[in-house]
Nanobody, 126 residues
Framework: QVQVVESGGGSVQAGGSLRLSCEVS?????????MGWFRQAADAEREAVAA???????AYADSVKGRFTISKDNAKNTLYLQLNNLKPEDTAEYYCAALTDSGGYCSGWEYALDAWGQGILVTVSS
């Protein structure tokens, strides 16, 4: 049975940092997928923010480029998202996600990531 545990969210002031983690257990092939994060703010459409493919190549939304860093540790089955220089507009529920039918690459990640986690709240105050 696959279990996904997200952690690391919370409340910070603008300019602060957080590190989100997404640990996957019970499934040994996750490292072969494109993994990513998307977020959804209240009364807003979801926004894919970052993705990393099976080879470690990364991609970011323009809104977070230079501030967020996605990484993964395949040995720990864990995906990370480092959030730096946070802004109030980064406030949202963040979801660990995956593309499972793309051969491990992230083509179409901006709109095709499927949530794996339950979501974790990030709140940034000004």
């Amino acid at each position: 049975q696959v279990q996904v545990v997200e952690s690391g969210g919370g409340s910070v002031q603008a300019g602060g940092s957080l590190r989100l983690s997404c640990e996957v257990s019970g499934y040994t092939y996750y490292s072969r997928y494109c993994m990513g994060w998307f977020r959804q703010a209240a009364d807003a459409e979801r926004e894919a923010v970052a993705a990393i493919d099976r080879d470690g190549s990364v991609a970011y939304a323009d809104s977070v480029k230079g501030r967020f860093t996605i990484s993964k540790d395949n040995a720990k089955n864990t995906l990370y998202l480092q959030l730096n220089n946070l802004k109030p507009e980064d406030t949202a529920e963040y979801y660990c996600a995956a593309l499972t039918d793309s051969g491990g690459y992230c083509s179409g990640w901006e709109y095709a990531l499927d949530a794996w986690g339950q979501g974790i709240l990030v709140t940034v105050s000004s």
